[in-house]
């Protein structure tokens, strides 16, 4: 079974900046996209941004600009640099890793770390 620790979650000023990090307990699994989500207090849990293992990237528009996704594939390691952070980023973020295999998709998901924006 493959866990996935996130760290680097905290409280952070409006305009402040941090980095979130996600590590696989084991590198020697397939993935082919990494990923990062967050759910709000009260709402659905919302896609941030996304790597695949081939680098392409996708944001969530509120995002763009200010997200930045990395990958180190070997590692099995994704992060997001957050940066100009807003009062509507708080939320639990949490990181996933996905494999298409046989038709479907296999998702492993971190245990979450909250992020609060506040003054």
């Known amino acids: 079974q493959v866990q996935l620790v996130e760290s680097g979650g905290g409280l952070v000023q409006p305009g402040g900046s941090l980095r979130l990090s996600c590590a696989a307990s084991?590198?020697?699994?397939?993935?082919?996209?990494m990923g990062w989500y967050r759910q709000a207090p009260g709402k659905q849990r919302e896609l941030v941004a996304t790597?695949?293992?081939?680098?392409?990237?996708n944001y969530a528009d509120s995002v763009k600009g200010r997200f930045t996704i990395s990958s180190d594939n070997a590692k099995k390691t994704v992060y997001l640099q957050m940066n100009s952070l807003k009062a509507e980023d708080t939320a639990v973020y949490y990181c996933?890793?996905?494999?298409?295999?046989?038709?479907?998709?296999?998702?492993?998901w971190g245990q979450g770390t909250q992020v609060a924006v506040s003054s």
């Open positions: 996933n890793m996905a494999t298409w295999r046989a038709g479907k998709w296999y998702d492993y």
């Open positions: 084991r590198s020697s699994f397939s993935i082919d996209v």
């Open positions: 790597v695949t293992v081939g680098g392409n990237t």
